[in-house]
């Protein structure tokens, strides 16, 4: 990586960050796109604060380097942000979902974008192995301290799953992961390759209301978080492999004090 002017890029990001507080939009994309120029690699997720003011092409997933960036900087007060203040407990209604259908016990999970451990340690008695992976070193440390996984990696959700040649997975799970991908085929088709046949897929998305989506898939909410249309998410689960065995409508996380409507989705991947 080329040396990043960070003076440069402090003054750009600053100036479009309090541009968009004073609704100059225009000049606040420009700013946002200096950004970019400096940083190509975009570790402050410009392309997302872009799309999120409803400019440029929506990116078909946030930068690497600014999810790393993010989770990296918060890793130490993550849970507490995430639970506590954000009301976040999606980790809590997998396990009553999978219960309440009797899906289980598993003999390997896969926990997507684990985190510090939260869906880890919620499903432990759950499944007899479990394998964690996470783009930020930082989360995947913690989570190490916690003794809760078989196994942790470092590595981003989609090259994994490409790459990986471990044996496969019983239980795929990715709670909170959508929110940082736009188009799914990748997650959904590597998610199927690396599961035994009926195993079972669990994830949770932020949800784009068809009466806003104006026909789109996916677009960036104003958090910066994907939101995904549930007609999008049924089409490529179909077309990847995947039967629904169930949808339900759940409250993500409350932003700004307000809920963030989402779904919760338990797939099964057709034998």
């Not at 960036?69 to 009301?87: K, M, N, R, Y």
């Not at 035994?196 to 009466?211: C, K």
């Amino acid at each position: 990586m080329s040396k990043i002017d960070e003076e440069a890029l402090a003054e750009a990001y600053n100036r479009a960050l309090a541009l968009e507080k004073a609704g100059d939009i225009d000049a606040a994309v420009k700013a946002y796109e200096e950004v970019l120029a400096i940083d190509p690699e975009d570790h402050g997720g410009a392309a997302v604060r872009i799309a999120a003011l409803g400019r440029g092409e929506t990116p078909p997933k946030a930068p690497d380097a600014y999810v790393e960036t993010l989770f990296d900087q918060h890793a130490e007060s993550f849970e507490d942000i995430l639970v506590d203040q954000l009301g976040y407990a999606v980790p809590v209604m997998v396990r009553q979902r999978l219960q309440e259908l009797k899906l289980g016990p598993f003999k390997r999970m896969l926990d997507l974008g684990c985190g510090t451990g939260l869906t880890g340690g919620t499903l432990r008695d759950m499944a007899e192995d479990i394998t964690g992976i996470d783009i930020s070193e930082n989360m995947v440390e913690i989570a190490h301290e916690k003794d809760l996984y078989e196994t942790l990696y470092v590595a981003e959700v989609e090259d994994f799953l490409e790459d990986n040649d471990d044996e496969p997975f019983d239980l795929v799970t990715a709670t909170d992961v959508l929110p940082y991908l736009g188009a799914l085929e990748p997650l959904f088709f590597g998610a199927a390759e690396n599961m035994v046949p009926d195993g079972i897929f669990v994830f949770s998305s932020e949800t784009l209301p068809a009466e806003t989506s104006g026909g789109r898939s996916y677009v960036v909410g104003p958090h910066q978080r994907f939101l995904h249309s549930e007609a999008y998410i049924r089409s490529r689960l179909a077309d990847t492999g995947f039967e629904i065995l169930e949808i339900s409508e759940i409250n993500v996380r409350m932003q700004d004090g307000n809920p963030s409507p989402g779904h919760l989705v338990i797939a099964r991947l057709k034998g």
